[in-house]
């Protein structure tokens, strides 16, 4: 049975940092392309970030390029979201999510076969 686990969220200020891991089991970790979507209240699912299987190539959303950063780590079959400058706006309950096909865009979500539970995100201003 496949199972991912966010873990890390919380409640931070504006400007902090959080790290989100995303831990799996149940699948050939490595060969899997990993990403990390939002959820922000009212709004729908949105891509935030993307990982190709080695982990050489990253995608980012616009809206946090520069702050956001993923990696994984093959060896521990987990998946990072770090998160600085944080801003209000980044307020979302995040999901990491993993793709067995190597084709199709990252960005977009019926590329994805696994999802995790979520983990809630809270920036205060």
């Known amino acids: 049975q496949v199972q991912l686990v966010e873990s890390g969220g919380g409640l931070v200020q504006a400007g902090g940092s959080l790290r989100l891991s995303c831990a799996a089991s149940g699948l050939t970790f490595v060969s899997y392309r990993l990403a990390w979507f939002r959820q922000p209240p009212g709004k729908e699912r949105e891509f935030v970030g993307g990982i190709s299987t080695g982990g050489v190539s990253t995608y980012y959303a616009d809206s946090v390029k520069g702050r956001f950063t993923i990696s994984r780590d093959n060896a521990k079959n987990t998946v990072y979201l770090q998160m600085n400058s944080l801003r209000p706006e980044d307020t979302a309950v995040y999901y990491c999510?993993?793709?067995?096909?190597?084709?199709?865009?990252?960005?977009?979500?019926?590329?994805?076969?696994?999802w995790g539970q979520g983990t809630q995100v809270t920036v205060s201003s």
């Open positions: 999510a993993a793709a067995r096909y190597l084709g199709g865009s990252l960005y977009v979500e019926n590329v994805y076969d696994y």
